[in-house]
């Protein structure tokens, strides 16, 4: 059973920091890309990043690159997402998903992330 449990998220002030987690299990991580997307209250699924399944190759939502950075470590099949210069706009529950840019076909329960003062 594929299983995607993330942590990290809670309340942060706006410029503040957060490093969101995502254990995975139930299938061989390190052969599959990866992603994080979000949702805000009253929006839609939005793609935040994808990491190749080597950890190689990224890529970012324009509104989040430069402050977000996504990696993984393949031996301890987890997904991270280093968040930095928070904004009000990034208050959103926050998933892992499994898949890339192609699309995803599983995801985890989220993480709320609120930036707020």
């Known amino acids: 059973e594929v299983q995607l449990v993330e942590s990290g998220g809670g309340l942060v002030q706006p410029g503040g920091s957060l490093r969101l987690s995502c254990a995975a299990s139930?299938?061989?991580?390190?052969?599959?890309?990866m992603s994080w997307v979000r949702q805000a209250p009253g929006k839609g699924l939005e793609r935040v990043s994808a990491?190749?399944?080597?950890?190689?190759?990224?890529t970012y939502a324009d509104s989040v690159k430069g402050r977000f950075t996504i990696s993984r470590d393949n031996a301890k099949n987890t997904l991270y997402l280093q968040m930095k210069s928070l904004q009000p706009e990034d208050t959103a529950v926050y998933y892992c998903a499994r898949g890339g840019v192609s699309g995803t076909d599983y995801r985890g329960q989220g993480t709320q992330v609120t930036v707020s003062s």
């Open positions: 990491i190749g399944s080597l950890g190689t190759s990224t």
């Open positions: 139930g299938f061989a991580f390190r052969l599959y890309d």
